[in-house]
């Protein structure tokens, strides 16, 4: 019988906002090591990989719950189930022996994240995995402005901007979130243990789902839009907010978090 993992990857329709057909949830080693051989077959030269994390104080004094990775050759979503699997979300090889820690520190499988800085914290301070090969979409965003780069825009206002979708799907695209943030959003009387709630609540696999299926769109803008100097800058600033996120002194909250790179603003 085919599995979870082999069954979705067959199917190469375009994954839609609310599509709950093109997610797979990982929560077991067999299917682990699938994704990272599928994953270890990404195409060269332009990022297949699109990832983004979600936890309870999503940092490395918090947990990671969920790992979220849209792959665009597939075009399917996968939630893996960090909160039940633990470490060995990361250390189960595939077939060859790779493992998808390896995946994440590699330098030569280019992964897209959306501020990478908070998810690079959560991921090194549990799991002391080191990110590299990271495109980050924020950080491309502000390096295609024409006006000020003073500040760095948060996802909603890139996807409202930039994601060019229909007036459908910035409905539904608002209706999944709303859905979300009651079940997690302590201001609208949720609580972020909902991300450790098994089996995870629908409304929180397509909030989970849709941001990191979105994110490809961004890509294709902003990539579109900036020059070599600016990719060489952003891929190096990219790198940066990686590696400053692994130190001791990291604080990933307060207004310094909205600043735009060094020196970006004066160029």
């Known amino acids: 019988m085919a599995s979870a993992v082999e069954k979705v990857t067959e199917q190469q329709s375009t994954v839609t906002l609310e599509s709950k057909g093109d997610v797979v949830f990982i929560d077991d080693v067999p299917a682990v090591a699938q994704l990272v051989d599928l994953l270890g ?12 994390l979600e936890g309870v104080n999503l940092s490395r004094h918090g947990t990671v719950s969920i790992t ?4 665009m050759p597939t075009k399917c ?11 060995k979300c990361f250390s189960t090889p595939g077939s060859n ?25 959560a991921l090194y301070g549990r799991y002391r995995i ?79 789902a849709q941001d990191v299926q979105i994110l490809p769109r961004l890509w294709v803008q902003y990539n579109a839009k900036m020059g070599q100097i600016w990719r060489e800058r952003m891929i190096a600033a990219s790198k940066a ?6 130190s001791a002194s ?18």
């Open 130 to 208: 080191k990110l590299a090969g990271i495109h980050d979409l924020q950080l491309m965003e502000l390096a295609t402005r024409s006006f000020s780069r003073r500040c760095v825009n948060g996802l909603s206002k890139c996807i409202d901007r930039d994601a060019s979708l229909s007036a459908q799907e910035k409905s539904d695209w608002a209706r999944v979130k709303e859905a979300g943030l009651r079940l997690f959003a302590p201001d609208k009387g949720g609580t972020y243990e909902v991300f450790n709630k098994r089996p995870l609540p629908d409304a929180i696999r397509l909030y989970c």
């Open 41 to 52: 077959e990404c195409p060269t030269g332009q990022p297949s990989i699109f990832i983004d």
């Open 97 to 121: 022996g790779r493992t998808l820690r390896d995946i994440l520190e590699s330098d030569n499988i280019l992964k897209v994240f959306f501020d990478v800085r908070n998810d690079s914290d």
């Open 250 to 267: 990291y604080n990933g909250e307060g207004r310094h978090m909205a600043m735009a790179p060094s020196g970006w603003e004066a160029f």
């Open 241 to 246: 907010r990686a590696q400053s996120s692994q």
């Open 77 to 87: 979503t996968y939630l893996i189930d960090v909160y039940t699997l633990g470490d």
């Open 68 to 71: 979220q990775v849209y792959y």
